[in-house]
């Protein structure tokens, strides 16, 4: 067994095993080598290595370092992330490409972050601009806002559309309408954004100042109108499948969205106080307050 660096791999380094098959006069300069990912179609990878011998400078041949056909090797590579939707999956290799699997797609090289939804997928790339693919009813195709995916800082996903904060902290919405993928009607108070949170049918946005933005699906979050008086100094927000709860700075937390998925806290109200977060399941919350106890 031995151990090699992979040049191109810079920070959280992972061990990847390999099977080679070299000749013994061939030298450790450059490599060619395929990674395979369960379910994906293997892919042709190249990169320099050299060995990782504190007594080694320089490179050295396969006979010299006592390699043979079918020698076990570890490579230390990125990460390999996965996103997946309900069908597919894509993969961000240790390079910046992308394998995706399980639908036609594109591969794209320098990723830097994937979102997914049910169908769809939505990549950064390392320049902030943004690749996309998928059905285009599930933001596949964002080709109708394509010119405004530049300098995209972080992407959010509903079930079958995206929503992409830029540098300047306006946002772009793509995909299906009924989902979240239609803006316009928010698009003004879009600005100064900070942080989007996503349920399945709708986004909220919380803005420089502490307010909340939020589209889409009115009855599961997307109006937000009769608790708007209330969402002031919004510190996090938290989303279940229809419904969203943030937390203020006083500890208070206000609820909104059906309220079979927990948009209605009316119940427990009294008891929300001093909360310091909040997580969701699919069709509730809990709220963790300074004293360590527990609202749900």
């Known amino acids: 067994m031995g151990r090699w660096w992979f040049g191109k791999a810079l920070h959280h380094l992972t061990p990847i095993a390999l099977q080679l098959g070299l000749c013994e006069t061939a030298r450790l300069v450059e490599l060619n080598y395929t990674v395979s990912l369960p379910g994906a179609p293997a892919q042709e990878m190249h990169s320099d290595i050299s060995p990782m011998n504190e007594t080694q400078h320089g490179h050295v041949t396969v006979e010299e370092a006592e390699l043979r056909d079918m020698d076990s090797l570890m490579l230390c590579t990125?990460?390999?992330?996965?996103?997946?939707?309900?069908?597919?999956?894509?993969?961000?290799?240790?390079?910046g490409s992308v394998v995706p699997w399980g639908v036609d797609g594109t591969i794209a090289e320098s990723v830097k972050e994937i979102q997914s939804n049910v169908f769809a997928f939505a990549a950064i790339l390392t320049d902030g601009f943004v690749a996309t693919w998928g059905p285009p009813r599930y933001g596949g195709d964002s080709r109708a806002v394509q010119e405004q995916l530049h300098r995209v800082t972080h992407i959010q996903?509903?079930?079958?559309?995206?929503?992409?904060?830029?540098?300047?902290?306006?946002?772009?919405?793509?995909?299906?309408?009924?989902?979240?993928?239609?803006?316009?009607?928010?698009?003004?108070?879009?600005?100064?954004?900070?942080?989007?949170?996503?349920?399945?049918?709708?986004?909220?946005?919380?803005?420089?100042?502490?307010?909340?933005?939020?589209?889409?699906?009115?009855?599961?979050?997307?109006?937000?109108?009769?608790v708007q008086h209330q969402l002031n100094s919004v510190k996090q927000i938290q989303a279940s499948d229809h419904a969203f709860a943030?937390?203020?700075?006083?500890?208070?937390?206000?609820?909104?969205?059906?309220?079979?998925?927990?948009?209605?806290?009316?119940a427990v109200q009294e008891q929300l106080k001093d909360v310091q977060k909040i997580q969701a399941s699919s069709a509730a919350f809990a709220a963790i307050r300074s004293d360590g106890s527990v609202v749900t």
């Open 78 to 95: 990125q990460p390999v992330r996965v996103a997946r939707s309900s069908l597919a999956f894509s993969a961000i290799l240790g390079d």
């Open 157 to 226: 996903a509903t079930r079958a559309a995206f929503a992409a904060i830029l540098s300047d902290r306006s946002v772009v919405a793509w995909g299906d309408p009924a989902t979240g993928g239609d803006s316009s009607a928010a698009q003004q108070q879009l600005r100064n954004v900070q942080e989007i949170q996503a349920n399945s049918v709708a986004y909220a946005a919380i803005l420089g100042d502490g307010s909340v933005v939020t589209w889409g699906h009115d009855l599961s979050g997307g109006d937000s109108r009769a």
């Open 246 to 266: 943030a937390v203020l700075a006083d500890g208070c937390v206000v609820a909104w969205g059906a309220a079979k998925s927990g948009g209605d806290s009316s």
